[in-house]
């Protein structure tokens, strides 16, 4: 499964504002599992090396993952970035693993235990295209929580599906028992704000539902399996059903807190060859 992706990185403005103690980084780019920690400032240009910083969060992320719940989050270093299997991101804790109905305390990071919103059959190791709250998956994030922007819809007139995963950092920062914010009164607000941990990262992945025959090239995307809602045969059925798929990444989001940039990097990756 090739990756081959196209990247595009948005930075937040701390680069002009930032610390001004740290060392400049090297900014050669390198195809390695290990990320860049931070961005420190230099003189000149500062662009390169948030570029390089994104470029090494994008590899290190889509890095051949380990095997099993308790490598959950870390590279196989005996693979190479080409190699087939699961990304390290896809091993992330996936949104409905930590957001679900009635609020309970989430499984820990290293387990898969939980309910799926595909239903009792469908594990959480398995990856699923579906929301606790129906359709949710189906549309884009906005800039308010009240509610959800358009969908998307792709050239073969399927809906794009989204996919939103913390790696532990984030996770940690969630079910602290001083924050508890998988229970929605303890959400963070204006008044009382919350801060993640230096480190979190979350990503937004964005799906194309593949279908026979639909004259695609393949070759030019990242391609899994995926257990996906099927809104009509479950309105038919008047049950959750979910059919397993062949689904090709097309977008990817990541935002990363680090110490020196606590209003997090962005970086925007257009998945395809």
């Known amino acids: 499964m090739p990756i081959f992706m196209a990247i595009v990185i948005l930075v937040s403005v701390s680069i002009f504002f930032g610390p001004r103690n740290a060392s400049a980084q090297d900014v050669t780019p390198q195809v390695l599992p290990d990320r860049i920690d931070d961005v420190p400032d230099a003189p000149g240009?500062?662009?390169?090396?948030?570029?390089?910083?994104?470029?090494?969060?994008?590899?290190?992320?889509?890095?051949?993952?380990?095997?099993?719940?308790?490598?959950?989050?870390?590279?196989?270093?005996?693979?190479?970035?080409?190699?087939?299997?699961?990304?390290?991101?896809?091993?992330?804790?996936?949104?409905?693993?930590?957001?679900?109905?009635?609020?309970?305390?989430?499984?820990?990071?290293?387990?898969?235990?939980?309910?799926?919103?595909?239903?009792?059959?469908?594990t959480n190791?398995?990856?699923?295209l579906s929301a606790f709250s129906h359709f949710a998956d189906f549309n884009q994030a906005a800039f308010t929580l009240a509610r959800l922007a358009n969908p998307l819809i792709d050239q073969s007139r399927m809906y794009s599906r989204y996919e939103v995963r913390f790696n532990r950092e984030?996770?940690?920062?969630?079910?602290?028992?001083?924050?508890?914010?998988?229970?929605?009164?303890?959400?963070?607000?204006?008044?009382?704000?919350?801060?993640?941990?230096?480190g979190s990262i979350e990503l937004k992945a964005a799906w194309r539902v593949l279908k026979p025959n639909?004259?695609?090239?393949?070759?030019?995307?990242?391609?899994?399996?995926?257990?996906?809602?099927?809104?009509v045969a479950t309105t038919r059925g008047g049950s959750i059903v979910c059919n397993e798929r062949d689904i090709a990444l097309v977008g990817l989001h990541i935002v990363i807190k680090t110490k020196l940039r606590p209003q997090w990097i962005w970086?925007?990756?257009?998945?395809y060859r």
């Open 170 to 198: 984030q996770f940690d920062s969630i079910v602290d028992d001083n924050n508890k914010w998988y229970i929605k009164q303890n959400l963070p607000t204006a008044a009382k704000p919350g801060a993640f941990r230096d």
């Open 125 to 128: 190791q398995t990856k699923t």
């Open 214 to 231: 639909d004259g695609i090239d393949h070759s030019r995307y990242y391609i899994a399996k995926a257990m996906v809602f099927d809104p």
């Open 267 to 271: 970086t925007l990756v257009r998945a």
């Open 45 to 122: 240009n500062p662009f390169p090396r948030f570029d390089n910083f994104s470029w090494r969060a994008f590899v290190a992320l889509n890095w051949p993952a380990l095997d099993g719940a308790p490598n959950r989050g870390q590279p196989d270093r005996t693979k190479k970035l080409g190699d087939a299997g699961p990304r390290v991101w896809e091993t992330y804790k996936a949104r409905y693993e930590v957001f679900a109905p009635g609020a309970p305390k989430p499984a820990s990071w290293a387990s898969y235990d939980g309910t799926n919103p595909c239903g009792g059959a469908v």
